[in-house]
């Protein structure tokens, strides 16, 4: 071992570890008081309970949020996953226009997000003169702020060495489509599904795109928004706080499993 | 008979790259370039007594730029995601540096930036919450100050003002400073540095004219994405930020009054101050040459 505390590698390494602690001391101290009997949200930490969270899953209100925010969140990633396909193909090679569709894709990604919750929710007023907004309204919305994070995921796949399998696919006979699903799809489809898990949990968490074109039951983004609005901060936000963060945390873990695979082919 | 053959296949090509194009395109222009349209349009519709009437009028942009509150809410929003991008520039810049340099294998490569990733998935709601008990007067930080005897009583000052929301969004945009960093860091061909050895460049010169030079495209793009979140965030503001008085919160405080021409003005110098920002960062890197 050539690691000493005091090289460049080891200083790198001790802030990058106090970055992290930095950023999950926080998230720590959120699930630890989750599980605390007091009403009180301050140390010490007296007893250990799941109090807080059977009150938390006794709001019958909080559950239906939650259950919107998953049906949603499903619809979004499957469309990003179809939608990422036909765009990053599309993209791969250059053609009339595709600087514009490149860009205008993009768009979504760089710029503010309650510029479109805005501007959809006039687009449905004033021009489909849609009374009430649904579910399905914030769907679009969403997908758009999705996809250009799943394109630079699947377009950085797409090296010249998967082009190469293509073309001896090709030159072995094969025509487009068979070249596409025994070739390029199976090749891609660990950033595609990566793309669509980034769809689901962008729109799980979504507010600034939902806020104003959403109509009906809130999901759970709106709902806690507003809930927090009254500022009574009771110990039930942290256990649902603790539940949003399993569930991120089983999506990373999911990313990572097919990203890893990934990673692992290009080595072949 | 060759060369009409594949002016065939090439318009075939042609053809089927616009349809696999479509799907893509028909969505962003429904719904990111006929939103700004729709913005552009409200603003200059009038506002009067609860009621938005389709009648031009410039009031929106002379209330704007005539008011010392809303000016001065412009300026100060500058100046915190200025706060909050020069903070992840130099919490993150170390860490990219390190995981293209030091840390070997993709997969661990990998694991750190989903583990930068977290914070940002998390939802503001849960991500502002999680602070409280440590920025609190009976918080973690308090604890520790008093504990050290540097302050004799609990301070109110860490938490639901400007420093709990900086805090709060340097956590939740850091992976978009690393990330890009990282990325242009990972593509620097290890030799250049050595080859700068062997010819008597100091450490420090050879990290200037090598590492830092050709990291400069993942700082721009780091900067233009830090920022751009920080400027329209109207949720960590209200909800740990005290309500201060971001621009994003000045558009959701008037859609909540159902002003949408003010809005929409909002939105539209909001958008325009963003756009100016990536077309002067983009005339120093092209963003493509790091994507394609």
């Known amino acids: ?268 | 008979m060759g060369k009409i053959q594949s002016g065939v296949s090439i318009v075939r090509r042609l053809n089927s790259v616009y349809l696999l194009a479509l799907p893509g395109l028909i969505l962003s222009i429904l719904f990111l370039i006929i939103p700004i349209i729709f913005d552009l349009i409200i603003s200059f519709y009038t506002y009067e007594s609860g009621q938005v009437i389709s009648k031009f009028t410039l009031e929106n942009y002379i209330k704007l730029f005539s008011s010392q509150i809303y000016l001065g809410n412009i300026l100060y929003t500058i100046r915190l995601a200025s706060i909050v991008t020069a903070a992840c520039l130099a919490l993150g810049y170390p860490v990219a540096y390190l995981m293209a340099m030091h840390i070997k294998g993709e997969e661990n490569k990998l694991i750190l930036i989903l583990l930068f990733l977290l914070p940002w998935w998390i939802d503001y709601t849960v991500r502002s919450i999680a602070w409280i008990p440590v920025l609190g007067r009976e918080g973690v930080i308090n604890k520790i100050l008093m504990g050290l005897r540097i302050l004799n009583q609990p301070s109110g000052a860490f938490l639901f003002n400007e420093v709990s929301a900086i805090i709060v969004m340097i956590q939740a945009n850091l992976l978009f400073m690393i990330g890009p960093i990282f990325f242009s860091l990972a593509k620097i061909d290890k030799s250049f540095l050595e080859a700068a050895e062997t010819l008597g460049a100091s450490k420090l010169r050879a990290f200037y004219h090598i590492v830092f030079k050709m990291s400069t495209p993942g700082i721009i793009i780091g900067i233009i994405f830090v920022f751009i979140a920080a400027m329209a965030d109207f949720a960590t503001p209200r909800l740990i930020g005290g309500y201060i008085t971001t621009i994003g919160l000045n558009i959701a405080n008037q859609v909540a009054v159902l002003n949408w021409p003010f809005a929409g003005a909002i939105s539209i110098i909001l958008l325009m101050i963003t756009l100016g920002l990536i077309v002067v960062m983009l005339k120093i890197v092209d963003i493509k040459q790091m994507i394609f």
């Open chain 1, 1 to 268: 071992m050539n690691f000493k505390i005091f090289s460049t590698k080891g200083l790198l390494i001790l802030y990058t570890f106090l970055v992290l602690l930095w950023t999950y001391a926080p998230i720590a101290i959120l699930v630890i008081f989750s599980f605390k009997a007091g009403k009180a949200m301050t140390f010490p930490f007296e007893g250990f309970s799941l109090r807080w969270y059977s009150i938390l899953l006794s709001k019958p209100a909080l559950i239906s949020a939650f259950l919107r925010s998953v049906e949603l969140g499903v619809t979004v990633m499957i469309v990003v996953i179809v939608v990422c396909i036909t765009t990053s193909l599309a993209l791969r090679k250059p053609f009339p226009g595709r600087d514009i569709l490149f860009y205008m894709v993009m768009l979504g990604m760089v710029t503010p997000g309650i510029i479109y919750g805005i501007g959809a929710a006039l687009l449905y007023k004033m021009v489909f003169n849609l009374q009430k907004l649904s579910l399905w309204t914030a769907l679009p919305v969403h997908v758009v702020w999705g996809l250009p994070f799943g394109v630079i995921l699947t377009l950085a796949r797409f090296d010249p060495q998967l082009s190469d399998y293509e073309s001896v696919a090709r030159t072995l006979g094969a025509n487009g489509w068979i070249v596409f699903r025994k070739i390029t799809f199976p090749l891609i489809s660990n950033q595609i599904l990566a793309a669509g898990l980034f769809g689901f949990t962008l729109s799980f968490s979504e507010l600034m795109r939902s806020l104003f074109v959403l109509g009906g039951p809130p999901t759970l983004p709106i709902y806690v928004y507003s809930w927090m609005g009254g500022l009574s901060l009771t110990p039930e936000f942290y256990a649902l706080g603790t539940l949003t963060v399993a569930a991120a945390v089983i999506m990373l873990v999911l990313i990572k499993v097919f990203m890893g695979r990934a990673y692992g082919k290009r080595l072949i």
